[in-house]
């Protein structure tokens, strides 16, 4: 099964989304607008990727927290990610182990297809 973490009305998710619905492949979609994350699935993710590539820097949340002055080090970005997962780049896709980040069709053509 597919995962895809994110939010429903995200245009990177929405892309996503339109990329497994074409090609037919099954997906379960958690909205983190919907309900929190665990931290704990955020910590597992952190064992398969870069904190730089989870959080979103570039984010309106990132904006309005002012974390470009506070200048997290990444122990500091991971407890920001569960206590804010607006922070979360998106989407983040589980797949057989694999861990992907953003959307991009091509790696999602590579893993997927």
Not at 33 to 62: G, H, M, V
Not at 95 to 101: K, S
Request: aromatic letters at 14%.
């Amino acid at each position: 099964m597919i995962y895809v973490y994110g939010i429903k009305n995200c245009d990177s998710v929405k892309k996503a989304i339109k990329f497994f619905k074409e090609h037919d492949l099954a997906y379960d979609l958690f909205d983190y607008k919907e309900k929190a994350l665990p931290c704990e699935k955020i910590s597992s993710w952190l064992t398969l990727t870069d904190i730089k590539i989870l959080f979103n820097a570039r984010s309106t949340t990132y904006r309005n927290l002012k974390l470009k002055e506070l200048n997290p080090d990444d122990t500091e970005k991971q407890a920001w990610l569960c206590k804010e997962n607006m922070l979360i780049k998106r989407p983040v896709v589980e797949f057989n182990g694999h861990l992907l980040v953003g959307f991009n069709e091509e790696n999602y053509n590579g893993v997927f297809l």
